[in-house]
């Protein structure tokens, strides 16, 4: 979302779901010019591990069927 302080005026909301549950995480995005490493290892974001996502896929485990929905607003 740019810069730091252009970043820090907004909030997202990311809600995961599948087999009848979900999880929502809800934050302030991170700059643009922050690497990916850095937001995964700094645990700043939304992260599905593989066996969660396959308990959220519900079925027999082997397939992926996840809803992932996204919204993002400016404070005031």
């Given at each position: 979302m740019g810069d730091d302080v252009e970043a820090k005026s907004y909030n997202y909301s990311l809600e995961v779901g599948g087999n009848g549950r979900k999880m929502i995480w809800q934050g302030v995005p991170r700059s643009i010019r922050d690497s990916h490493?850095?937001?995964?290892?700094?645990?700043?974001?939304?992260?599905?591990?593989?066996?969660?996502?396959?308990?959220?896929?519900?079925?027999?485990?082997?397939?992926?069927?996840?809803?992932?929905?996204?919204?993002?607003?400016?404070d005031k």
């Open positions: 490493n850095k937001v995964r290892d700094s645990f700043d974001g939304l992260i599905i591990h593989r066996s969660m996502a396959l308990f959220f896929s519900g079925g027999d485990r082997k397939e992926l069927k996840l809803r992932v929905t996204g919204r993002i607003w400016k």
